[in-house]
């Protein structure tokens, strides 16, 4: 499929971008270039369920074309899964229509619908784990789903007559992915990421005309998700995919579905498109009432001035039925919330911030960290970036006082403190507090209202402070450790991973908190728009151990031949000390 067919907003001439319709379903916004002539894969109409009385989703409809790629994203809650399983029937609709190529799919289970071409990854990877990667593939092969039918179709005289088709075809499938020396593996095996694009492999076994990706970026290293976007791209059918990385679903759709209030709309373009076509949808609809209010007011003032003067009666009657004909647009604010995120140091950090020499750290083995030195300055941000997080996680770990080195050493400035948000927080969460005295250890005031004021700037309501921290979800953690680290005043904050579990609201709460954040900051993250919008240095801890250290931008840092060599660099000398 032609990438110029997949051109993206910002590539745009201006003569192309007024041909784009910045209107909502039902209008048929289509980006420029589309074959306009072929059959849409999905056609939802009046599509509606109910759960005890309660719309989760009511009366939408959608269209999306052959090759188009949509964003489905609204707020944690609005129904973005809702969506999916009854797509793919795992819920029955209330009512409505769902048409996939043209076919009814009413009364056909999941097994038949995956049949009919719908193909589905999930958030939470789901694979036969004790099997192996090519069995995994081959099970997708013939749409398998249920553990007790995958294992059993492995037996099966018929399955192993088609048996080298099926071996061939998981083996192209697979070196795709460049998983081929992985076939067998078992599947419980493999990195987490590794895990997730056989996921993907699986799907794409039966060559889905409908492709369901739920959060299919999550725990994948940046160059992964760079490959990613790159595969779908050029993938030749419909995808639907949701996601909380924005710099994600910029680069990959086409279209944006928004689901808010129970309700969805369809806009042409990419993420930053939607964004900007919602804002001047809501714009335009207040100059619109604006004006109404103005004309209400003047035809108000006429009636009341001359509704009582005999000669003017007529015309007084007439604004009073030109009045009742006006009706104001019913704005409704959107169900996001947006939590307050705002770090302030309570001492200003000075000149010398943190001096790292010589540090080596061997873990299983494997040195994770060889002869790393560097010195932060007071006005750093950076981000730590690459494939090697154990590297990025030892390093932190030592730096904030949790780990010894082998050998080396590092050094806080006398006016620093410090903040460290955990990749892996499970110990901090293993007890019987509730939020409000969790927090209250680690704040200067005892004051419980003081305290529950740091939680409401995360979201966290009145009757939340009671919660017992051992029962939250993975997102209410993440606030929790925010919150911690706002109340504590620290001028130096350390980040492993804080944009896992968090939803797009959150994600760019904290993106912005850290972009006017004072003091300095180290960080790691799978977010692109994260790391672009907050680094001014970027650090990459490369396989063999061995630290890069470039002054410059993430975006730059990709395109830098320099960095590129470097990297090369290091790994030949690697393999030349394994030879």
Not at 507 to 524: C, E, M, Q, R, Y
Not at 571 to 579: K, R
Request: proline share 4%; hydrophobic share 40%.
């Amino acid at each position: 499929f032609p990438i110029s067919a997949r051109r993206r907003w910002t590539e745009m001439s201006p003569f192309e971008k007024k041909k784009v319709n910045m209107v909502p379903f039902p209008s048929r916004a289509i980006v420029p270039e589309r074959d306009l002539d072929k059959a849409p894969v999905l056609e939802c109409s009046h599509l509606g369920i109910e759960f005890g009385g309660l719309k989760a989703v009511n009366d939408f409809n959608l269209i999306i074309g052959r090759t188009e790629i949509a964003g489905l994203i609204g707020p944690n809650g609005a129904g973005k899964t809702t969506v999916f399983n009854l797509l793919t029937k795992v819920y029955q609709p209330t009512h409505g229509t769902i048409l996939l190529d043209g076919i009814d799919t009413a009364g056909k289970n999941t097994m038949q619908i995956n049949r009919m071409g719908i193909a589905r990854t999930f958030q939470n990877i789901r694979l036969f784990s004790d099997l192996t990667v090519e069995d995994n593939v081959k099970i997708g092969l013939h749409n398998q789903e249920k553990y007790s039918t995958a294992s059993a179709i492995l037996r099966l005289p018929s399955f192993w007559k088609k048996e080298k088709i099926a071996h061939e075809r998981a083996l192209e499938l697979l070196s795709i992915f460049d998983m081929q020396d992985m076939a067998d593996w078992k599947a419980g095996s493999l990195p987490y990421g590794a895990q997730r694009r056989l996921e993907i492999v699986r799907a794409l076994a039966t060559n889905p005309s409908l492709l369901l990706l739920d959060e299919p970026t999550n725990h994948l290293d940046l160059d992964a998700i760079a490959w990613l976007e790159e595969f779908l791209i050029n993938f030749e059918n419909t995808v639907i995919v949701v996601s909380h990385d924005r710099y994600f679903l910029n680069k990959v759709c086409t279209q944006i579905a928004d689901i808010d209030y129970a309700k969805i709309q369809l806009y042409a373009g990419n993420y930053d498109f939607w964004y900007e076509s919602s804002q001047l949808i809501i714009k335009q609809m207040k100059e619109a009432n604006k004006k109404k209010e103005e004309k209400i007011k003047e035809l108000q003032d006429f009636i009341q001035r001359f509704s009582a003067n005999a000669s003017k009666s007529k015309q007084a009657t007439s604004r009073k039925r030109a009045l009742e004909k006006i009706e104001l647009d019913e704005i409704k604010p959107s169900s996001r919330k947006y939590p307050y995120i705002d770090f302030r140091p309570a001492r200003e950090i000075g000149n010398e911030v943190l001096t790292v020499e010589g540090i080596s750290k061997t873990i299983d083995g494997v040195k994770v960290l060889d002869n790393v030195s560097f010195i932060v300055n007071h006005d750093d941000k950076i981000a730590f970036v690459g494939s090697n997080e154990l590297a990025t996680t030892t390093l932190f770990n030592i730096i904030t006082g949790n780990m010894e080195p082998d050998e080396g050493s590092y050094k806080w400035g006398v006016t620093t403190s410090q903040a460290y948000f955990p990749k892996d927080s499970a110990a901090e969460f293993n007890r019987e507090d509730t939020i409000v005295e969790w927090l209250t250890q680690y704040s200067p005031d005892p004051d419980p209202t003081y305290v529950r004021g740091f939680l409401g700037r995360m979201l966290f309501a009145g009757d939340d402070g009671v919660k017992k921290v051992k029962v939250l979800s993975g997102g209410e953690k993440v606030r929790c450790l925010i919150s911690k680290m706002m109340i504590c005043g620290a001028n130096v904050l350390v980040f492993d991973d804080p944009t896992n579990h968090l939803d797009m609201e959150s994600i760019t709460a904290l993106n912005n908190g850290l972009i006017k954040f004072p003091g300095v900051t180290l960080f790691t993250s799978h977010d692109h728009q994260f790391i672009q919008t907050t680094a001014n240095r970027i650090m990459e801890i490369v396989p063999s151990g061995q630290l890069i250290d470039k002054i410059t931008t993430y975006d730059e840092y990709l395109a830098s031949d320099e960095m590129a060599r470097k990297r090369q660099g290091f790994a030949e000398a690697a393999s030349d000390d394994e030879d």
